[in-house]
């Protein structure tokens, strides 16, 4: 009860008494409607729901979180891109979260398999498996040429990697389609020109995020977008970012140019922008270790700090002194005529001394001379544990197990395979997708088109018709198997999984190693034919025949 209330109940416990029953309505009615507990004198100890939206709870006292837009908390882009890059190249840790994906995703390339639909184009099957053989060589001989490299410095595998990796780093990249019929020792013309994510910038004195002059597209970072935020256009610098003409602070009007990403007459894309998309409305990608950075520069500088102290402890040097020997060397701070000292001021500069560690070093001072050595304790038992640490922390945040990250698998043979297949199936197959998706296929299709216009192979409307275009445009591809850690135990896994019909002899061919199983089949009976002609034994293996050295039946010559 307040003052007003002992007042009233002093006069008339009556109205004291309805006026306590009223307060406690008016205390549960305020409870009901915000699902909140409240005190005694009305007091509000909670909002309800859950606890992370709520702002009187101490743990959340001070968090002031906004509602914004992909492209506005995408803000400062070209920073996250600078301390990406300078991160990769100069923190191992930071090199290992780019590089191993890379590796195990792309790996050698991604190869074609084309599959022509053959009853939407008029073949048959036969001839339809025989046209996607001599596609697949062909695309293959096309890919391991510099060919697809406008600059000719990567074969089309290699461009591969440097997609993803631009991907990783900066969030983006944009492949330009050229026609590059002016370079000598071409086979193909088609190539593409691979632009940084730091080239693509929205035009001089334009708004981040309003309407271009003269088309009413929006304009965001350098990606011009239709009404249903799908990108039409990007808008590219003349010169290179890094120039003095082109800096981020001598930007002038015309310095960029616009460029479509499809052509109007043939369909094909002239731009390709490829990049991870997590929130809709989002015009460009994000740096992968944009998460991580301030935590692996924090780690990167532990680390070196740590290494500088075990090497000062490893310097072991000998002091002693000895009567009459020479003193310790002065320090300079510059000569009588003030040579060494800052400019305008009489203050001296810091002192410079020619005394330095070095591993063995003796030194001789004389007895009035005193010396104190620092030992720093090194090296420290807690930093690995650490370390360890702050390493499940980032591949937490990159999706790459530690183990992977690292290329440390010590703990068992269960922990170490479950690290391996959890890595790919939660971050290698999907990736591999994406790749072929924004990446593979369109460079595919944009080659096979070539190949159709020059008259190098037949293809029945597929210049005119989309529909046939796309059906004999049909691809798909592998990448290497996945690293097998006990070749014998799985391979006997595999046997069960295939005499089940849990999986098929194309799947497990292509997880393997991403071989083609028809194509192996193809081959083993030559080479089958081939060591029965040559009169060798066939090796005893399951399902392989017997060894005719071991007194077996060849079942190629029994045939």
């Known amino acids: 009860m307040n003052l007003v209330d002992r007042v009233v109940a002093a006069v008339s416990p009556e109205r004291g008494a309805r006026r306590m029953v009223m307060r406690a309505a008016l205390s549960a009615g305020t409870m009901m409607a915000s699902g909140s507990p409240v005190a005694p004198g009305g007091k509000v100890t909670g909002q309800g729901g859950y606890y992370g939206g709520q702002t009187n709870r101490r743990q959340t006292q001070g968090w ?22 300078e991160s990769a190249m100069n923190m191992p840790l930071a090199t290992a979260a780019i590089e ?17 639909v053959a009853s939407e184009v008029g073949l048959n099957d036969e001839a339809a498996a025989a046209l996607n ?16 490299d406008a600059e000719r410095g990567a074969t089309g595998y290699g461009l591969q990697e440097i997609v993803m990796r631009g991907v990783l780093e900066s969030g983006d990249i944009a492949a330009f389609r050229c026609w590059a019929d002016d370079q000598a020792g071409r086979n193909h013309f088609t190539a593409w020109k691979l632009v940084e994510a730091d080239w693509i910038v929205s035009p001089h004195g334009h708004i981040e995020g309003t ?7 929006i304009v965001s970072d350098g990606v011009e977008v239709d009404g249903y935020n799908a990108p039409i256009a990007v808008h590219v610098l003349r010169k290179a970012p890094d120039g003095a003409s082109a800096g981020r602070f001598n930007r002038r009007s015309g310095d960029t140019v616009r460029v479509p990403l499809w052509g109007e007459r043939s369909g094909l894309p002239t731009v390709v922008l490829v990049k991870s998309k997590r929130r809709p409305g989002q015009t460009r990608g994000i740096p992968v270790l944009a998460p991580v950075i301030e935590i692996l520069r924090q780690v990167s500088d532990l680390t070196e700090a740590e290494l500088f102290a075990a090497v000062m402890t490893a310097m072991l040097a000998i002091v002693y002194k000895s009567p009459g020997a020479s003193s310790m060397p002065e320090v300079d701070y510059g000569d009588e005529e003030g040579n060494g000292r800052l400019d305008g001021l009489d203050m001296p500069r810091k002192p410079q001394s020619n005394i330095r560690m070095e591993a ?11 010396v104190d050595v620092k030992s720093p304790g090194r090296p420290n038992p807690a930093f690995d544990p650490f370390f360890l640490g702050m390493v499940r922390q980032l591949s937490a945040a990159t999706k790459v197990p530690y183990e992977i990250l690292l290329l440390h698998f010590t703990a068992s043979y269960s922990a170490s395979r479950g690290a391996l297949e ?9 990736k591999r997708e994406w790749l072929a998706s924004l990446w593979c296929n369109i460079n595919y299709q944009v080659w096979l088109y070539e190949q159709v216009a020059r008259g190098v192979y037949r293809m029945p409307g597929f210049l005119t018709n989309p529909k046939r275009r796309a059906a004999w445009s049909r691809v798909r591809h592998r990448g290497d198997g996945k690293i097998s850690l006990n070749p014998a135990q799985e391979a006997k896994a595999l046997e069960v999984y295939e005499a089940h019909g849990w999986s098929t002899g194309a799947q497990i061919t292509a997880g393997l190693n991403g071989g083609d199983y028809d194509s192996n089949i193809t081959t083993r009976i030559a080479e089958h034919k081939r060591f029965v002609d040559g009169g060798l034994p066939i090796p005893n293996a399951k399902g392989g025949g017997s060894d005719t050295g071991a007194g077996g039946v060849d079942p190629g010559r029994e045939g």
Request: hydrophobic fraction near 35%; aromatic fraction near 8%.
């Open 64 to 85: 002031r979180a906004r509602l914004r837009t992909p492209n506005q908390d995408a803000a400062k882009r070209d920073d996250l891109i600078a301390r990406s890059r």
């Open 100 to 116: 191993r994906p890379i590796d195990f995703t792309v790996g050698s390339g991604l190869m074609a398999i084309p599959e022509i």
């Open 133 to 148: 053989r001599q596609l697949a060589k062909d695309y293959d001989d096309y890919m391991s040429s510099t060919d697809p």
């Open 211 to 217: 309407a271009l002059n003269g088309t009413g597209n």
């Open 360 to 370: 063995g070093q003796v030194l001789e001072i004389d007895t009035d001379s005193e």
């Open 422 to 430: 959890t890595f790919y199936v939660s971050y290698v197959f999907p």
